[in-house]
């Protein structure tokens, strides 16, 4: 089972820009496809962004044009660039190896002024 470790939430106002991270134990993080998705209170968790092994991505539509998912396979590491920030992007953000079914522990995006 791989271990993911989330990082980079915070508190952002409305129009800001967050850069999450999400580093994988497993030295074959190259093959995996990775996911992240969120969960805002009292609602069910979403697929955000996903990025297949080969780098082909995909976008819940909420999101085009603002956030931007990369990987650094020396570094297995799975990014999220988030920009233009809206109150409605708050929610806890969760790493998913979309290969494996592993679930990081989640970090807290917040965005308000």
């Known amino acids: 089972q791989v271990q993911l470790v989330e990082s980079g939430g915070g508190l952002v106002q409305p129009g800001g820009s967050l850069r999450l991270s999400c580093v994988a134990s497993?030295?074959?993080?190259?093959?995996?496809?990775m996911g992240w998705y969120r969960q805002a209170p009292r609602k069910q968790r979403e697929l955000v962004a996903q990025?297949?092994?080969?780098?082909?991505?995909n976008y819940a539509d909420s999101v085009k044009g603002r956030f931007t998912i990369s990987r650094d396979n020396a570094r297995n590491t799975v990014y999220l660039q988030m920009n233009s920030l809206k109150p409605e992007d708050t929610a806890v953000y969760y790493c998913?190896?979309?290969?494996?079914?592993?679930w990081g522990q989640g970090t807290q995006v917040t965005v308000s002024s």
């Open positions: 497993t030295s074959i993080f190259n093959f995996y496809s």
């Open positions: 998913r190896s979309e290969s494996t079914g592993s």
């Open positions: 990025i297949s092994s080969g780098g082909g991505t």
